[in-house]
């Protein structure tokens, strides 16, 4: 089935001597895999680059074999960030994860939609608040519910609140309870949330399916350090 669709580039690899094969997450089709021919050439090269923004043209003469794109650059969004290690990282820890645990040609416009919104929200100054709460989003979307709400009780006035969802015991920052952003939020703080939310989609996505997670990931807490 042949379709065409706006789309942001999660993965590529290359294929043979002149080819990609990449994965895009598309609005309407979801996460979708595709040869693109002549994707190393120096003018399709430069910008398949993760989180750009793409017009692709999805050609397929059997829906059982891997198809091929045809695609045009909508929007450069990587090459904005290239000198910002933490974005950067954010980028690629964001494209990394929804390439591994999204299902494939299964749309999903929440996820597609809070995607664009912090891609959007970037250049803003609380951009890795955004990005923790985008995971949290997420981690509901995929539909988990780690219902934080219910442990507005436990909040004592300390920063770090300790729970138990399901069988696993975390540390939630008690902003994150609350939805209510701290008045100065720390280094610490940061890389607290960053923790919890990696190990909610670890221990709830990740690890009952034997899955690799990405260590770009890891690497963005470590600039909270």
């Known amino acids: 089935m042949n379709w065409e669709d706006e789309c942001y580039l999660l ?28 994707g190393n050439s120096r003018k399709i090269r430069n910008y398949l680059q993760l989180s750009n923004k793409l017009f692709v043209t999805h050609i397929t003469k059997n829906e059982n074999k891997l198809g091929y794109f045809k695609t045009e650059l909508i929007r450069p969004i990587t090459p904005i960030y290239f000198d910002d290690k933490k974005r950067m990282s954010a980028l690629i820890s964001l494209c990394s994860i929804l390439n591994v645990i999204l299902p494939e040609s299964q749309p999903n416009k929440n996820i597609y939609k809070s995607f664009e919104e912090f891609i959007n929200s970037m250049n803003l100054d609380n951009w890795i608040i955004l990005y923790i709460f985008f995971e949290l989003s997420l981690i509901k979307d995929l539909g988990y519910d780690p219902n934080l709400s219910q442990f507005k009780s436990k909040i004592c006035g300390a920063d770090i609140i300790k729970v138990k969802i399901d069988t696993f015991n975390y540390e939630v920052p008690e902003y994150l309870v609350l939805k209510k952003l701290p008045k100065n939020l720390s280094n610490f703080l940061v890389k607290k949330s960053l923790y919890f939310t990696r190990n909610i989609i670890q221990n709830r996505f990740f690890i009952p399916n034997k899955l690799p997670f990405p260590k770009t990931r890891i690497i963005l807490e470590n600039y909270f350090s």
Do not use: M
């Open 11 to 38: 993965s590529k690899t290359k294929f043979r001597e002149n080819a990609n094969i990449i994965n895009v997450f598309s609005q309407s089709k979801g996460k979708i895999s595709g040869l693109v021919y002549g």
